[in-house]
């Protein structure tokens, strides 16, 4: 009986030992390109009052390269390009470079941050957001307008809620 647990046990303790062996294969990264170009441009539109479904949209907007494009032409030294979502839209201009010079942004539905979404139900309780709306003006390397309009209802009448927010 002392010769079968022992058995088992040194059998147990052999398994835990070969699960603690790792097979290790080395990967070779492709070069990743990190910019800082248009930081600013993040620093100043991203908060806590930025919708959270529209982060990665302006880091996508940030991180795009113009001179990638298929209308970059090195005589122009500003561009427009136009986001498009299901949601809504941004309008941004760069310089020759990449950099963004300035940007409006117009969504509807957003994701409003928890903070701004407890102001307004405390402020107008028994209503019920129904819709909403932003839109965010970005120019100089600042946030220069940040706008929610939320649609309100009872149930029986509605009402539209504008916060300017900066």
Known sequence: MKTLVLGILLLGLSSLG????LDVERVMLEDVKVSTL???YLHAIQDDKTPLNLI???RLIASYDINDASFYDPENDRYEVYFKTENGNSTVYYDGKGKILKSHEYY???KVPIEIWKQIYKD???WSMI???YSSTYSDSELRNRKYK???SDGVETKKVVLNIN
Do not use: I, M, P, T
Not at 18 to 21: G, H, K, P
């Open 131 to 133: 819709k909403n709306k």
């Open 18 to 21: 070969y699960a603690q062996r």
């Open 108 to 110: 509807k539905d957003v």
């Open 150 to 152: 939320v649609f309100l």
């Open 56 to 58: 990665g949209v302006q």
């Open 38 to 40: 248009n930081s600013d």
């Open 124 to 126: 107008n309780e028994g």
